[in-house]
C-alpha cells in the first residue's frame, strides 16, 4: 500500500512538473511572438554575439605569442646546426632575428582580423540593405564560429592566420548587422542610445576580460579549451537566433526600401565627421595594446600577471562612461556632439600622462580615462550615425553601421603594425604624446554637428512625416508615401520647401507666412 501510494506520488509530482514545463514553454512563445519581448531577445542576441567577437579578438593575446614561440622553438631542434669558432655571436644573433621575426608574425597575425574586416564592410554594408539583418547576423555567427574551431586546432601559423582573417570576415557581417539590427528596432532616440549602450558595454567586457580569461585556461587546461567554450556559446547563440527571428521565414524583405549606397553616406560631411572621430578615438587603445606590454617590463619590471591585467580594471569606468552619456543624452539629446568632444578631450590628457607613470598603480588611472572617454564618445556618437541616416537618407542602417565599423578597423588594423614602428624610431613617450594631441585637436570638428544635433527630435523626418509609431527599417515606405502627398500640397500653394536634407534654408522668412496654409509647417 505505501509502494502504490509512493508510485502515486511520483506520478503525480511528475504531472506537475511537465505542465509547469509546459506552462513556461507557452509563456517563452508568448514572449517571442511579442513585439517588445522580441525586441528584448534580439538586444540579448546581438550583445552576445558581439561580446563573443571581441572576447575572440583579444583572447588570443596572451594564448598566441606563447604558443608561436613553442613552435618556433620545435621547429628549431629540427634544424641542424654547425657549430663554429664564432658560435657564440652567431647564436646572439639568431636569437635576436628569430625575436624580430617572431614580433612581425605576431603583428601581422593580430592586424590581419581588422584587415579583412575593413575590406568587407563596404561589401557587408550594402548585402545587409538589401537583405535585412537577420541573415547577415546569422551568416557572422557560423563564420565565427568555424574560425573558433580552427583556431582551437591549428597548429602551424598559416592555420592561424587562416582562422584571423575568417573571423574578420565574420565579425564585418556579424557586428555591422547586430548594430544597426539594433538602431532599427529601437527607433526613439532614447531607447535607442540606451539600447546602443548596453551593447558598447558588451564590446568593452569581451575586449577586455578576453586576456585574462584566455590566460588562465590556457596556463591550466591548454590552447583548445578557451576556444571550446567561445564556439559553444557562438552555436547557443545562433541557435536562439533562428527560433526567436526565424530569418529564413521572414516575408516581409520583399517590402523593403532601398537604402542609401554606402559611397553617398560617406561622402556626406556630418557621417564623415563621426567616422574620423570614431577612428580618433579608438587609437590610443587600438595602438597601446600591443606596445604597452613591453613599454611596462622594461620601465617598471611589471610581472606577467600585472601586464594580462593591465586593462581589466578600465572595464568599470567605461561601463560608468556609457551610463552616464545615455542619461545625459536623454535628459539633453541636443548635446551629443559635445559628450563626445569632451571624451575625446579626456583621451587626449590622458594618453598624455601614460609615459609619466612609474608603478602600475599610477597606469590604472590614465588607462581608465582612456576608456571612460572612449565611452563617451561612442555612446554618444553611434546613435547620431542613425539619427542622421533617419534625417538626411533612407532609414536603413546596414551601410552608415558598415562605416563605423570601418572607422574602428581602421584604428585595430594600424595598431599592431603601425605603433611598433612607431615606437621603436621615435619612442614611446612621443607616441603617446601624439596620440593625445591628434585627440584634443580633433575635438573642436565635432561642433560642425552642433546645428544637426538641434534637429533632435522636433525636426526629425520621423516625427514629421509619420503619424503612427515608427517601425524601423519598414517605416520608409510610409514616409515616401507621405512625401507623395505633400508634393500634391506643394503644387497647390506657396509653401516654402524644406530641402532634402532636412534643413529649412528660409527659416527667418517663416514667420511672414501663414501657417495654416502651408502643410509642409502645420
Excluded at 512538473?17 to 512563445?29: F, H, V
Aim: aromatic share 10%.
Amino acid at each position: 500500500m505505501d509502494s502504490e501510494g509512493g508510485s502515486y506520488g511520483l506520478v503525480k509530482s511528475a504531472t506537475v512538473k511537465l505542465s509547469e514545463i509546459g506552462e513556461k514553454t507557452k509563456q517563452l512563445g508568448t514572449a517571442i511572438k511579442d513585439p517588445h519581448q522580441q525586441r528584448r531577445i534580439i538586444l540579448v542576441i546581438v550583445c552576445v554575439a558581439l561580446l563573443l567577437d571581441n572576447m575572440l579578438y583579444m583572447v588570443i593575446v596572451p594564448i598566441i605569442p606563447d604558443y608561436l614561440a613553442d613552435l618556433e622553438i620545435e621547429q628549431a631542434e629540427h634544424v641542424h646546426v654547425i657549430i663554429h669558432l664564432n658560435s657564440s655571436t652567431n647564436s646572439t644573433n639568431q636569437a635576436k632575428s628569430n625575436k624580430d621575426h617572431l614580433d612581425v608574425q605576431i603583428g601581422v597575425l593580430f592586424a590581419s582580423k581588422a584587415i579583412l574586416q575593413l575590406l568587407v564592410n563596404p561589401l557587408s554594408g550594402t548585402f545587409i540593405d538589401r537583405v535585412g539583418y537577420d541573415i547577415p547576423l546569422l551568416i557572422g555567427l557560423t563564420v565565427m564560429f568555424i574560425s573558433t574551431c580552427i583556431f582551437a586546432f591549428a597548429e602551424n601559423y598559416a592555420t592561424l592566420f587562416v582562422a584571423r582573417s575568417l573571423q574578420g570576415l565574420g565579425s564585418a557581417f556579424a557586428d555591422t548587422s547586430g548594430i544597426a539590427m539594433i538602431a532599427d528596432k529601437y527607433t526613439e532616440e532614447a531607447e535607442r542610445s540606451k539600447a546602443l549602450g548596453i551593447a558598447l558595454a558588451f564590446i568593452s567586457f569581451g575586449s577586455l576580460v578576453a586576456p585574462p580569461f584566455g590566460g588562465i585556461l590556457y596556463e591550466f587546461a591548454g590552447k583548445r579549451v578557451p576556444f571550446f567554450v567561445l564556439a559553444s556559446i557562438c552555436l547557443a547563440d545562433g541557435i536562439l537566433l533562428l527560433t526567436v527571428i526565424k530569418p529564413f521565414s521572414n516575408k516581409t524583405r520583399e517590402n523593403m526600401p532601398v537604402g542609401t549606397p554606402i559611397y553617398r553616406l560617406m561622402i556626406d560631411p556630418y557621417i564623415a565627421v563621426v567616422a574620423a572621430a570614431l577612428t580618433v578615438c579608438n587609437i590610443p587603445l587600438a595602438f597601446l595594446e600591443p606596445t604597452i606590454a613591453n613599454w611596462m617590463e622594461s620601465t617598471m619590471h611589471s610581472t606577467k600577471w600585472e601586464m594580462g591585467l593591465t586593462w581589466l580594471p578600465a572595464f568599470f569606468p567605461h561601463v560608468l562612461g556609457v551610463y552616464i552619456t545615455v542619461k545625459l543624452s536623454s535628459k539633453y539629446p541636443n548635446l551629443q556632439w559635445f559628450y563626445g568632444a569632451i571624451g575625446m578631450v579626456i583621451i587626449g590628457a590622458s594618453s598624455c600622462t601614460v609615459p609619466a607613470c612609474k608603478t602600475f598603480g599610477q597606469l590604472i588611472a590614465p588607462l581608465c580615462g582612456i576608456c571612460f572617454g572612449i565611452a563617451l564618445v561612442d555612446t554618444a556618437l553611434l546613435p547620431t550615425l542613425a539619427f542622421l541616416v533617419d534625417v538626411r537618407h533612407v532609414s536603413v542602417y546596414g551601410s552608415v553601421y558598415a562605416i563605423a565599423d570601418i572607422s574602428y578597423s581602421v584604428a585595430y588594423a594600424m595598431g599592431p603594425i603601425v605603433a611598433g614602428q612607431i615606437v621603436h624610431n621615435h619612442g614611446f613617450v612621443q607616441l603617446n604624446l601624439g596620440m593625445g594631441l591628434v585627440n584634443v585637436l580633433y575635438a573642436p570638428a565635432l561642433l560642425l554637428l552642433r546645428n544637426v544635433c538641434q534637429m533632435k527630435p522636433s525636426y526629425s523626418e520621423r516625427d514629421n512625416l509619420l503619424e503612427d509609431a515608427p517601425q524601423g527599417l519598414y517605416d520608409t515606405i510610409k514616409m515616401e508615401e507621405r512625401r507623395g502627398k505633400k508634393k500634391e500640397y506643394r503644387s497647390a500653394g506657396n509653401c516654402l520647401p524644406v530641402d532634402e536634407n532636412g534643413f529649412d534654408p528660409f527659416k527667418s522668412q517663416r514667420s511672414h507666412l501663414d501657417e495654416s496654409s502651408c502643410p509642409e509647417y502645420s
